[in-house]
């Protein structure tokens, strides 16, 4: 199993929806030596995990069960744990306060996931790439 970089985060709180996209991304996590937290398949999960747990850093679905997960991204934010948004749609439509955070579009890699995990770890921003949606797109 991989080692995350030293400054990465490491317990990583999963909000997905899709149970096989959840499951995909839990193996690609572990497999890079992350440590999953949850993962939280509906909003209420997410926001009791994102209010109540160790978190390092969270991947959160923008669309879950036909709802925006706003709610858990102003409680990440709030809290100054960064995320990275993944959705499988093309419409990126967020406030303006999140508009410019990574992003991964569905499906993604590991080793993409693993690149931007490492980039929330070390504040860097990376150039839109294979596998991302551009910041405001």
Excluded at 9 to 24: A, G, K
Excluded at 66 to 80: D, M, T, W, Y
């Amino acid at each position: 199993m991989a080692e995350p970089p030293t400054d990465a985060p490491r317990r990583i709180l999963v909000v997905e929806d899709s149970p096989i996209v959840s499951m995909d991304t839990e193996d690609m996590l572990r497999g890079h030596g992350y440590h999953v937290v949850g993962p939280a398949p509906n909003m209420g999960a997410a926001i009791e995990l994102a209010q109540k747990e160790q978190i390092d850093a969270a991947v959160v679905d923008v669309n879950i069960r036909g709802g925006k997960a706003f709610p858990v991204l102003r409680l990440l934010s709030e809290r100054g744990i960064p995320f990275l948004l993944t959705s499988g749609y093309a419409d990126w439509t967020m406030p303006d306060e999140w508009k410019d955070r990574p992003r991964l579009q569905k499906p993604y890699r590991a080793d993409l996931l693993a690149a931007r995990l490492a980039d929330l770890g070390d504040g860097r921003e990376r150039p839109a790439g294979e596998g991302e949606a551009p910041a405001g797109s």
